[in-house]
């Protein structure tokens, strides 16, 4: 890691896996020859930026052009920033290490209005200047698009461009025509109008502001004359994938090595959503509807698992229960999954169309929990809002939820918003009273958690809402607190937003360039990361709006339907009045039919007989966005097709797979007898219809892995590699056993646990595998050459599919009965680098330092609490030398060489302190390796993997005369 910019102080932050790049799966280009080179700078942690379906798609469309590249990189938290400040370095990509200022165009997802001060802040990490009106030639064009491009002007003096709309068919070409014309030095003036010529694309620069007198906003009241001159549009707008078939979802994706927050192969399946919830702007700016044909995702789920080797998929969409062959697209999805101990998770349900045969499918692959999203808590406020629920739906989904064993119910609810009344917002907790309650009537043996999430509204511009006033900090307050109230007096888990978060939220998602000289005070001053609540100020916001001078209720307000808006310039592609009119009808209470499905149903059709002798139909309210509906019902008579077809398919494979099981069952029935595996098979927790079951409670033999960690894996701690090696076994077509609680999870056992940048040439794992024959290994039948025959097998499968920075050097199929890791550890060998001089000082003092007491100083454990941390009890003194059992040091090499004890009967010794006692000096962590764990032979210690078969010593028992079921054929 000693080429890595930050290598010398990544052991300092938190996550060091964050900043390196490396993965499996990354992709990296070299300079030459590529026609424009493209940086995706997420505004948010690694964690949430790699668990983002849009980072991936783009990853994805950018690299698959042979002349572009798309390398990324994500905001860093506050330490690394205090680490890259005061060493003077910039924020670099993950692929090449490579500052953001060097590359052609740096791009930003825009998912969320609290990312923006992150936008300031990866630009001003990376060596950009802030705002536009600063860069110059040789600064990359700035590149923003994503849900919050389509209100675009708090962010506008800070952008050169950006995308409205879907990215795929517009993005390759435009970074095309960018890279050439920096290329041929045109002027930057000149690259952006180009820019603003294409489809999709608002350049701020080539518009001019106005202030509206109804709505004392900024708003664009059009072209510049310099715009005008060079051909600009009156109004951006926004492009969109016509056919989603066209651009295949990607399977091959960095797959992360710090944690993602959605860690799995997610798939999207459709974009759009039929139902016309008014408060949603997501339904309204990703219309039309369009669906991926069900072969398609299928091949995208499962190609994506076996790459990655994730234990987790999920299907996204607006709205899952919505797709129209979602029933059946579940049903020929979940029996691969199940084959292959893959956990599946849905988004986004609604409460109606969980049928019971879904539901258990979905729970045979290992969900123990269901969210869907209610919305509003009384009848009259679903109508408001467009939502297509009732409270039958809810209670009946929760009723067959419950039944089928479920323990956790989580529904998603608003308050604050138009026309809420105190009977909406208690109506919150008595959906959830209401919810418990049919639990309590179950007699179910264990009462399941029922957690109600409420969040504010916040009025988004482009939705039947954009002029309604948000609720005022009070009483969202008030209501919280009623609802904190009734969530004790029900027994609810209640979970709320912080509603200063969503008052922000507000007057920047309502903002004009106003609001954009508040973000670049406040940024200044200091915010960052302004949608995690241990960062987020109030007061630093107050201070900056008032530094502005800007009223805020300007934004919070309601606002005239005649006025102009500040995003008016951005055109979704409605039809003019569509909005006004779902705003007074949601003032009258009344609602809309979803669009695209028969009139009065809630559900699609899960059969090509159901769906032809349904003759309603297909409803559209004409909000401008053009459909044609007879093709839409063709391709969903297509859909459904093809998944009979895949159904047939599968049964075939079923049926033939059930012969050679058959026929394997019987093999080994006349070999190895049950019985002689009774008192080693422990039962499982688990539900019979689990997929977990049987790999929790089959024969399987233990291997153990010894293997070396280098380069970026240095930096991944053990938690990482409980992740890590799952998904190299399942790359290796290699079955893990599970364990067997409630939550299974493959089994393995580690050595001891490295320091985050500690390298090792020689580390050990334990892992319980499903072999073809374990049985008779267990049964004590595999001779010595069996498991070598097996080990190598083994070795050369893992090989292959092990992750950078993992190397397999070894696998060894152990004997039953063999003694665990940790009874074996005893000791352990280090290296530490440190260069020719040092270790000349080093050596010249090294024969006093053993002389004496070896001591350093530990600092006291700090202890969490109330999201803080802080000291506990006082540093204290280490004497390091009880547990050092060796030192020397190789001065031609520049290394110091030491042995530690890690057995349980001396005093414990961290490694690195063992290094500051030697050296006198603290050395960091990426400069040490472990060279290899050590094991007692008798009076010696030999190393893990030159030790051979090893047994606890048996307690003498009586002998028992052989039972006839015991005897072998």
Known sequence: MAEHPYAEFLGRVEKPGRYLGGEEQQIRKSGAGLACRFVLAFPDLYEIGMSH??????????????????ERAFSPWTDMEAELRARGLPLVSLETATPLREFDVVGFSLQYELSYTNVLLNLDLGGIPLRSAERG?????????????????????????FLVGEAEEVLPELLRTIGRMRREGRPRREILAAAARTPGIYAPAFYAVERDARSELLVVGGPTEEGRALGVPERVTRVYVRDLDQFPFPTRFPIPYAEAIFDRASVEITRGCTEGCRFCQAGIIYRPVRERDPKQIVKAVLDGVDAAGFSETSLTALSTADVSCIDPLIKELVPELKRRKIKLGIASL????????????????GISGLTFAPEAGTQRMRDVINKNVSDDDILTSARR???????????????GLPTETEADVVGIAETGRKVRDVARELKLPRMP??????SQHVPKPHTPFQWAAMDGLSDLSQKVNLLRDLARRYRLELKTHSQTESWLECLFARGDRDMGEVLGHAYAAGARFDGWRERFSMARWTAAIAAVGVDPARYTRTIPVDARLPWDHIDIGLEPGFLAEEYRKALRGRNSPPCGKPFGAKVHPISREAAEADARRLVCYDCGIACDMSEMRSERMVALDELAGMKVERHERERDDEVVRERERAIAADLVPIERLRGRLNPSKLADDSAFKSAAEAPFTRVRVFFAKSGPMRFMGHLDLTRVLPRMLRRAGVEAAFSRGFNPVPRMSFGPALALGVGAREEVVDLDVLLPRSDADMAGLWSDDDRLREALLLRERFAAAAPPGIDILDVRVLVQGER???ELVAAADYAVDLGPEL?????AGLSARLAGPLQVERAGKAKSGRGLKRPVGEATAVDVGAA???????????????RVRLSSDGPGARPREVVQALVGAVVPDHKLVRERLLARSGDELVSLRALGPTFAPKKPRPEAEPVASDMLV
């Open 53 to 70: 379906l849009g980072t991936r798609i783009l990853y994805d469309l950018v690299n698959g052009h042979a002349d572009l590249v798309c």
């Open 137 to 161: 030639d040789a600064d990359p064009i700035v590149l923003a698009g994503g849900p919050t491009a389509t209100h675009p002007e708090p962010l506008a003096p800070f952008i050169d461009l």
């Open 350 to 365: 609604r409460a109606y169309g969980l049928n019971e045969e879904l539901l258990d499918e979905i729970k045979s692959v």
């Open 401 to 415: 939820i419950f039944e089928r064993g479920y323990d956790r119910i989580k529904m998603y609810f608003i308050m």
């Open 449 to 454: 958690t029922v957690t109600v999430s409420v």
């Open 820 to 822: 665990r890791l940790g």
């Open 839 to 843: 270790a000349a000082e080093v050596a």
């Open 884 to 898: 050092l059992l060796h030192a020397d040091v190789d001065v031609a090499a520049g290394l110091l060489r030491f």
